[in-house]
């Protein structure tokens, strides 16, 4: 069992930036990050592996960043000129082995309780 705990979320105009942290009870290959706004499905936003390899979506690459601190059991999520479509719960997710698809959340194993982005324009 694997035990994740999110902060830094909260409440920041457009082109502003937060920075989120998750904190693992211990080492696992891969963590990423999802987010689910209300009425849509949870997407992948980013993930790293245990060689520190990123994968970010698409939509937000040039805004977003991610990565794992050197023990690798905080995984970070860098977000800056945020826009009001970044409103969401935003997750920690943990999964023992890295596979081809670093932002598919059903191959997570383990996941936090989210913490809260709210994006106003």
């Known amino acids: 069992q694997v035990m994740l705990v999110e902060s830094g979320g909260g409440s920041v105009q457009a082109g502003g930036t937060l920075k989120l942290s998750c904190r693992a009870s211990?080492?696992?290959?891969?963590m990423g990050w999802f987010r689910q706004a209300p009425g849509k499905e949870r997407e992948g936003v980013a993930s790293?592996?245990?060689?520190?390899?990123?994968t970010i979506l698409d939509s937000v690459k040039a805004r977003f960043s991610a990565w794992r601190n050197s023990g690798q059991n905080f995984l970070y999520l860098q977000m800056n000129t945020l826009e009001p479509e970044d409103t969401a719960m935003y997750y920690c997710?943990?999964?023992?082995?890295?596979?081809?698809?670093?932002?598919?959340?059903?191959?997570?194993?383990?996941w936090g309780q989210g913490t809260q982005v709210t994006v106003s324009s």
């Open positions: 790293v592996d245990n060689n520190h390899q990123v």
């Open positions: 211990r080492y696992t290959f891969c």
């Open positions: 997710a943990a999964k023992e082995f890295c596979d081809s698809a670093p932002l598919d959340k059903a191959t997570y194993d383990y």
